[in-house]
């Protein structure tokens, strides 16, 4: 097995369990490695520290364990198994109202590169390391061992996340199924597998909709950056009155009809809009003059806030919003332009809800802190003139666990809002 061998002073973060090696801290690494290949990571003085996959880029090295262990079938095994023991501890796996969930969350399940969602009897593997690329038939194979009788399909899924390699395909390594269904907290949902972003549905709101539901009875709702509509449907079933979708992609609007009709066949109340967000935003009607601690001068500002009439929308209040829109931000150079796009957002929204009215907001990017992101929110309140208690403050749901020596794994973060 290859080496690669740590800079004086650079093993501190290690030391500290954290899974990563950056090129940076590389003083040397054996000839001929090859990209994927399992190394040992040896601190400056040569002594064993981790052993990991090896990448080219800027992070080097992702830890697999911090013993000098094979990495072989028996370790895939012991890691898959200890997710699953987890997500049966918690009472996901292995609950009929709810056949879908993530196994295993790369880093968050000490297995970074690696994400396993599971969709009734099929599971969606997605690659983001070459090593675990290269791994993928060995630790498919350990998948359905642990699984058992639980799953009968692996479907690997990674042209987009290594859209680099010659020999990315995706398709079944174990099975194969037409059934395309799944069940989260009892609604049915159409997984797109072959051409879905991410590994088909976005499991991680699935606590996030449930609590929305809670709220819906009644309600007039607009979903934005709807996808496969899962907001929507969790409102239908909460009792709302109207349920409006909406996402610029025609795939998205398509997938959010096709699982509204699965759970409420007929449903009237129910309708999709292909639009761009900010778009459809601006053509409602502002709902901001009843603010009681508003100056004049800021009244006549917000009245002209840029509404664009449109007879079926512009008369509607909505009173239940869902801001979940893609990450803004995908690496930290992008971290202001994003930070801005979420207070234009939350903004438009703010200006447009009714009074009373509450708002489900989130943000998916990694590297926005959910200090940045209650930052952005509170200057859309102001910028919009609103009252604005915070009721709850959301995040991703416990299978997707967060690691504690990788504050990194903590990505999903959410505010529900009432705005007056
Ligand atoms: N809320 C969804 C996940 C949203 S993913 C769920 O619960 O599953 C983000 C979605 O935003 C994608 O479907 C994408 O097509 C859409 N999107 C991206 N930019 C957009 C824009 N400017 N306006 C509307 N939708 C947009």
Redesign the pocket.
């Known amino acids: 097995m290859k080496n690669l061998q740590l800079k004086r002073g650079k093993e501190d973060s290690l030391l500290r369990f954290h899974p990563w090696v950056f090129s940076g801290a590389i003083q040397h690494v054996d000839e001929g490695i090859a990209e994927g290949e399992v190394v040992r990571v040896l601190k400056s003085d040569g002594g064993f520290i981790a052993i990991g996959h090896y990448q080219a880029g800027s992070i080097a090295v992702r830890v697999l364990s911090f013993r000098d262990v094979e990495i072989d079938a028996r370790f895939w095994h012991s890691r898959l198994a200890s997710a699953l023991a987890m997500r049966q501890a918690i009472g996901i796996a292995d609950n009929p109202q709810n056949n879908t969930y993530r196994l295993v969350h790369g880093e968050g399940d000490h297995l970074p590169g690696l994400i396993i969602d599971v969709y009734g009897k099929t599971a969606v593997m997605q690659a983001h390391s070459i090593g675990m690329h290269l791994s993928r038939v060995e630790i498919a194979e350990q998948l359905v061992s642990v699984m058992g009788s639980r799953i009968e399909n692996v479907y690997y899924k990674s042209e987009t996340t290594l859209p680099f390699m010659d020999d990315m395909e995706n398709g079944f390594l174990y099975g194969g199924s037409d059934d395309n269904t799944a069940v989260e907290n009892g609604l049915m949902f159409y997984v797109d597998w072959l051409r879905g972003?991410k590994t088909g549905?976005?499991v991680d709101?699935r606590e996030n909709?449930a609590l929305l539901e809670r709220f819906s009875a009644g309600k007039k709702v607009l979903n934005?950056?709807?996808?496969?509509g899962?907001?929507s449907f969790y409102a239908m079933r909460g009792g709302a009155k109207l349920v409006h979708s909406?996402?610029?992609?025609a795939k998205?609007i398509e997938l959010t009809n096709r699982n509204v009709s699965l759970n409420f066949p007929g449903d009237t109340r129910h309708k999709a809009f292909c639009?761009?967000?900010?778009k459809f935003l601006d053509s409602l009607e502002c709902r901001t003059e009843s603010v009681e601690f508003a100056t004049t001068a800021d009244s006549a500002s917000r009245n002209s806030c840029g509404a664009v009439a449109n007879s079926t929308l512009s008369t509607l209040n909505y009173d239940l919003i869902?801001l979940?829109?893609?990450a803004f931000a995908k690496h930290r150079g992008a971290l202001h332009n994003a930070l801005k796009g979420y207070t234009r957002l939350n903004m438009k929204a703010m200006q447009k809800i009714q009074p009373g009215g509450i708002l489900f907001t989130f943000s998916c990017s990694q590297v926005v802190t959910k200090d940045h992101f209650r930052n952005a929110v509170f200057t859309a309140a102001a910028q919009a003139h609103r009252k604005v208690r915070i009721l709850h403050q959301l995040h991703q749901p416990a299978d997707h666990p967060i690691n504690i020596y990788h504050p990194e794994g903590e990505y999903l973060k959410g505010l529900v809002l009432y705005v007056e």
Do not use: K, N
């Open positions: 972003q549905f976005f709101q909709r934005m950056f709807c996808y496969t899962g907001f909406v996402d610029s992609s998205a639009e761009d967000a900010f869902i979940d829109p893609p």
